[in-house]
């Protein structure tokens, strides 16, 4: 029998709506505006945005089913102006019908997904260590990769994805323990860093098991690897005069995203042409000079958002137009 989540519009705080509302309205107040949001999540961006321009359609992409369905049934009402795609977020370019007007990616773990502690994201009860973003998939679970990677591939996979000091003690310690008894919950797992990672750190930096279960669940969803592909394909998806708005949790994605706006908004002119010849004028413009940040209000609503960061770019002009 399904388990019962409840109502999506009950659970989920869309994080700096306000703001991302702004920042996409001259791209949406247009008639027909097609609205892509790439990780759709329990759809309260997406409620928003229709709800305010009413002349625009949204589509919905997810790699999760259950987040699917639970945004379904909150977007109902809107009849064919919504329409929801089992995807990933490297998949964007291939399920739109053509250019978007604006687009939305939320990166990271949802609502959703730490909440239900049967999906193993959650290091504060004990649970399958699952972490798949879609269920469907046969990729690794966490379990799988605490069980099967080596030492030096765990070390390499807490210290890069999870930026933890104790990377290599933590490997150590992992697999030291898989030796006697298979990793298959979380509770296990908790308890063990908090034998193996120093009082005086914990006390310090937070929850022990925090950096290991976002390494993990970077390596079990590929994220930022994705994410990389993702940005270049949504720069691609652009109509003339969209524009794209990126939410990032933790400095990781926020760099990639950084780095590929840097990219897609500088002059291609070679050092030293005394005049910028018009094919060599960059075809994006940033709107967001730097990261905006969540207001005070905000972050007493929802502690949730306080390492968020949107950064938010438009397409200029034509890819390879000289006009």
């Known amino acids: 029998m399904e388990m019962s989540r409840g109502l999506a519009a009950d659970r989920h705080v869309p994080v700096m709506l306000t703001e991302i509302l702004d920042a996409l309205a001259p791209s949406l107040a247009r008639s027909g505006a097609l609205y892509v949001d790439a990780t759709l999540g329990m759809g309260g961006h997406t409620e928003a945005v229709l709800e305010r321009f009413g002349k625009a359609r949204a589509i919905g992409i997810d790699r999760d089913t259950e987040a699917l369905r639970l945004a379904g049934e909150r977007l109902a009402h809107f009849g064919d102006r919504f329409e929801g795609v089992h995807a990933v977020n490297t998949e964007v370019a291939d399920v739109l019908p053509r250019p978007a007007d604006a687009m939305l990616f939320d990166l990271g773990v949802s609502s959703l997904q730490l909440d239900e502690l049967d999906r193993g994201f959650s290091y504060r009860a004990d649970a399958p260590l699952d972490m798949r ?67 005086a750190s914990q006390r310090q930096s937070g929850h022990p098991a925090k950096r290991t279960f976002q390494a993990l669940r970077i390596e079990v969803n590929d994220e930022l690897r994705g994410w990389e592909q993702a940005v270049t394909s949504a720069l691609d998806s652009l109509a003339v005069g969209g524009r794209l708005a990126v939410l990032s949790f933790h400095s990781l994605e926020d760099r990639i995203t950084k780095r590929a706006f840097a990219t897609a908004s500088a002059s291609t002119a070679p050092p030293g042409l005394p005049v910028e010849l018009p094919e060599h004028r960059p075809e994006f413009a940033l709107v967001t000079r730097g990261a905006a940040v969540p207001s005070e209000d905000e972050l007493e609503r929802n502690p949730r958002s306080a390492s968020v960061r949107l950064r938010v770019i438009e397409r200029t002009r034509a890819k390879g137009s000289q006009s």
Do not use: C
């Not at 310690?173 to 008894?181: I, L, P, S």
């Open 133 to 199: 973003m879609d269920q469907t998939s046969d990729g690794p679970t966490a379990a799988d990769v605490l069980n099967t990677a080596s030492q030096d591939e765990l070390e390499r996979i807490l210290k890069t994805y999870g930026e933890e000091r104790f990377a290599r003690k933590i490997a150590h310690a992992v697999v030291k323990e898989r030796e006697k008894q298979p990793w298959t919950t979380s509770g296990r797992l908790v308890e063990m860093l908090r034998s193996v990672i120093p009082l």
